[in-house]
C-alpha cells in the first residue's frame, strides 16, 4: 500500500433515504484539508462486517476483481477542518463498483483513506480583495464542500452575505437541513449580521413549502434566486461556486456568464466548479 494511504474506521452512519447516507470516520492526526477539498477513499469488501459475518453472504457471491482490488473514489469532506472526525454524504449507485459495497457500511468497519487532499474548490482560490457576497449552488450529495466551508468561521468573516442554494429531486433527498440552520444561529450568533446566512431549498419534484422547484440555471435566469435571496448577482460584488451534476455545473455556467459573470482563472473571475462525474 502506499504512503499516503492509512486505514481509518467508521464511527456513525446516517440513512437518509434508501440512496443516500451519512457517515464519520476517525481522522489520522497527521491529515490535514482545505475547507471544500476532496479524498480518496477505498473500500474493500473484505473488511466490511456485512460480507463477513452478518449477511450469509461468502466471498463467493463477491467478485473476484473486488476481493483483489480496493476500489477508490473520490469524496468531498464535510467536516470542518479543525473537527476530530471527517464526514461524508454519499449517494448509493445500486451497481456502482464503489456505493453498491459502501452501502454496507456499519460502525467499527474500515476504509482506506488516501491522505494527500485533492481539489480546488476552496475559498482561497479567490484572490483578494474579496467582492462581498459568496453564492454556494449544489445540487444533491454537491453539498458536501459547502457545508466544511459553512463551518469555517473565516467564510462568514470574510463575506457580507453568503447564499446557499441547494437543489434535490425531493425532500426527503434534501438531506441536512437541521445542519444548516443550526450553523445559521451558531455561526450567526459570532458575526455582526445574524441573517448572513441566505439557505435556498430547491426540490424539483414535488411542491415542498418554502422550497423553490425549478432547477437551478432557470431560476438564474429570471431572477426568481436573486429575489428570494435579496440580493443580485454582479461581476464587481460576486463569488459563485456550483458542486455536483455536472449538467446541472454546465447549464449553470452559461446562465451565470449570460449575466455578466466570468470563470475564476489564476485567482481572478466570479465562479469556480466541481464536477462529481
Ligand atoms: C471531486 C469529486 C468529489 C466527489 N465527492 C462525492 C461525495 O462527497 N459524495 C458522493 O456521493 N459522491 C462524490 N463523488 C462521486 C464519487 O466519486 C463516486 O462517483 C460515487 O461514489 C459513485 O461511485 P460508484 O463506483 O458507485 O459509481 P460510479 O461508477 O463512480 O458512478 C456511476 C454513475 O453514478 C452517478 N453518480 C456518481 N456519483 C454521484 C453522486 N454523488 N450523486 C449522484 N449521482 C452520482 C453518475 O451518473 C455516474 O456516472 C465525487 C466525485 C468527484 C470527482
Ligand atoms: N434520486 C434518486 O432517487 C435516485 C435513485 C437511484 C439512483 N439515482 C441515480 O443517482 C443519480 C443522480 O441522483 P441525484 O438525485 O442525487 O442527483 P441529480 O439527478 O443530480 O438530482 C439532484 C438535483 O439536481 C437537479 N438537476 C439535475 N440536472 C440538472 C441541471 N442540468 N441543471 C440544474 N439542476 C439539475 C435535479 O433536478 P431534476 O429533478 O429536475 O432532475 C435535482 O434537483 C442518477 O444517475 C440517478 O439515476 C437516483
Same mark, same amino acid.
Given at each position: 500500500?502506499?504512503?499516503?494511504?492509512?486505514?481509518?474506521?467508521?464511527?456513525?452512519?446516517?440513512?437518509?433515504?434508501?440512496?443516500?447516507?451519512?457517515?464519520?470516520?476517525?481522522?489520522?492526526?497527521?491529515?490535514?484539508?482545505?475547507?471544500?477539498?476532496?479524498?480518496?477513499? !477505498?473500500?474493500?469488501?473484505?473488511?466490511?462486517?456485512?460480507?463477513?459475518?452478518?449477511?450469509?453472504?461468502?466471498?463467493?457471491?463477491?467478485?473476484?476483481?473486488?476481493?483483489?482490488?480496493?476500489?477508490?473514489? #473520490?469524496?468531498?469532506?464535510?467536516?470542518?477542518?479543525?473537527?476530530?472526525?471527517?464526514?461524508?454524504?454519499?449517494?448509493?449507485? @445500486?451497481? %456502482?463498483?464503489?456505493?453498491?459495497?459502501?452501502?454496507?457500511?456499519?460502525?467499527?468497519?474500515?476504509?482506506?483513506?488516501?491522505?494527500? =487532499?485533492?481539489?480546488?474548490?476552496?475559498?482561497?482560490?479567490?484572490?483578494? @480583495?474579496? @467582492?462581498?457576497?459568496?453564492?454556494?449552488?449544489? /445540487?444533491?450529495? !454537491?453539498?458536501? $464542500?459547502?457545508?466544511?466551508?459553512?463551518?469555517?468561521?473565516?467564510?462568514?468573516?470574510?463575506?457580507?452575505?453568503?447564499?446557499?442554494?441547494?437543489?434535490?429531486?425531493?425532500?426527503?433527498?434534501?438531506?441536512?437541513?437541521?445542519?444548516?440552520?443550526?450553523?445559521?444561529?451558531?455561526?450567526?450568533?459570532?458575526?455582526?449580521? =445574524?441573517?448572513?446566512?441566505?439557505?435556498? $431549498?430547491?426540490?424539483?419534484?414535488? $411542491?415542498?413549502?418554502?422550497?423553490?422547484?425549478?432547477?437551478?440555471?432557470?431560476?438564474?435566469?429570471?431572477?426568481?434566486?436573486?429575489?428570494?435571496?435579496?440580493?443580485?448577482?454582479?461581476?464587481?460584488?460576486?463569488?459563485?461556486?456550483?458542486?455536483?451534476? @455536472?449538467?446541472?455545473?454546465?447549464? /449553470?455556467?452559461? #446562465?451565470?456568464?449570460?449575466?455578466?459573470?466570468?470563470?475564476? +482563472? +489564476?485567482?481572478? %473571475?466570479?465562479?469556480?466548479?466541481?464536477?462529481?462525474?
Amino acid at each position: 500500500m502506499s504512503d499516503n494511504i492509512q486505514t481509518v474506521t467508521v464511527l456513525s452512519k446516517t440513512t437518509w433515504t434508501p440512496n443516500l447516507f451519512s457517515f464519520t470516520v476517525s481522522r489520522p492526526d497527521s491529515f490535514k484539508f482545505t475547507a471544500g477539498q476532496f479524498v480518496r477513499l !477505498g473500500v474493500n469488501p473484505s473488511r466490511l462486517k456485512y460480507y463477513t459475518e452478518q449477511s450469509g453472504k461468502s466471498d463467493a457471491d463477491i467478485s473476484d476483481e473486488a476481493l483483489d482490488e480496493d476500489i477508490f473514489r #473520490a469524496y468531498s469532506i464535510i467536516s470542518s477542518p479543525f473537527d476530530e472526525v471527517l464526514e461524508f454524504f454519499s449517494i448509493v449507485i @445500486p451497481d %456502482g463498483a464503489f456505493t453498491s459495497q459502501l452501502q454496507h457500511l456499519q460502525v467499527g468497519d474500515e476504509l482506506l483513506l488516501n491522505t494527500l =487532499p485533492f481539489g480546488f474548490l476552496t475559498l482561497a482560490r479567490y484572490q483578494k @480583495p474579496l @467582492p462581498k457576497d459568496l453564492w454556494l449552488l449544489a /445540487t444533491g450529495t !454537491g453539498l458536501a $464542500p459547502f457545508l466544511s466551508m459553512l463551518q469555517d468561521l473565516k467564510t462568514w468573516e470574510d463575506y457580507e452575505h453568503i447564499v446557499l442554494a441547494y437543489s434535490a429531486r425531493s425532500l426527503e433527498e434534501l438531506a441536512y437541513v437541521e445542519k444548516i440552520e443550526s450553523l445559521q444561529a451558531d455561526f450567526g450568533s459570532l458575526v455582526e449580521n =445574524p441573517a448572513k446566512l441566505i439557505f435556498i $431549498p430547491i426540490v424539483t419534484r414535488e $411542491p415542498v413549502e418554502g422550497a423553490l422547484t425549478e432547477r437551478l440555471p432557470r431560476l438564474l435566469l429570471d431572477g426568481t434566486l436573486q429575489a428570494r435571496a435579496g440580493i443580485d448577482l454582479d461581476i464587481e460584488t460576486t463569488h459563485v461556486m456550483l458542486c455536483g451534476n @455536472p449538467d446541472m455545473v454546465d447549464d /449553470t455556467k452559461e #446562465a451565470l456568464k449570460s449575466l455578466g459573470l466570468v470563470m475564476n +482563472r +489564476r485567482g481572478e %473571475g466570479n465562479i469556480a466548479v466541481e464536477n462529481y462525474w
